[in-house]
């Protein structure tokens, strides 16, 4: 069994920047592909950013450039650097794992939120 625990979340300026944390827990983190996905009032859950097992990473076109996805295997942790933070990005935040061999994240963290004002 996994457990994910999100941290950082909160309310900042547009422009300002955030760090999302989340900490894995109870399996081998070396073979899960981990991901962030948001959710937007009224709007379906979409993916943010993934990172492998080896870091190679995906953004989602509206983050490109402005968010990065990094993990840290000593410590079992991902992290979100947000950066040039817009209104829309309003949402919580969600950690997400799954292991290499399937197609379904299938753990989740309780998620975060984050708000962006003008």
């Known amino acids: 069994q996994v457990e994910l625990a999100e941290s950082g979340g909160g309310s900042v300026q547009a422009g300002a920047s955030l760090r999302l944390s989340c900490a894995f827990f109870g399996r081998t983190f070396s073979t899960y592909i981990m991901a962030w996905f948001r959710q937007a009032p009224g709007k379906q859950r979409e993916v943010v950013a993934v990172i492998s097992p080896g870091s190679s990473t995906n953004y989602a076109d509206p983050v490109q450039g402005r968010f990065t996805i990094s993990r840290d295997h000593a410590k079992n942790m991902v992290y979100l650097q947000m950066s040039s933070l817009k209104p829309e990005d309003t949402a919580i935040y969600y950690c997400?794992?799954?292991?290499?061999?399937?197609?379904?994240?299938?753990?989740w963290g309780q998620g975060t939120q984050v708000t962006v004002s003008s």
């Open positions: 997400a794992a799954r292991h290499y061999s399937t197609d379904q994240y299938d753990y």
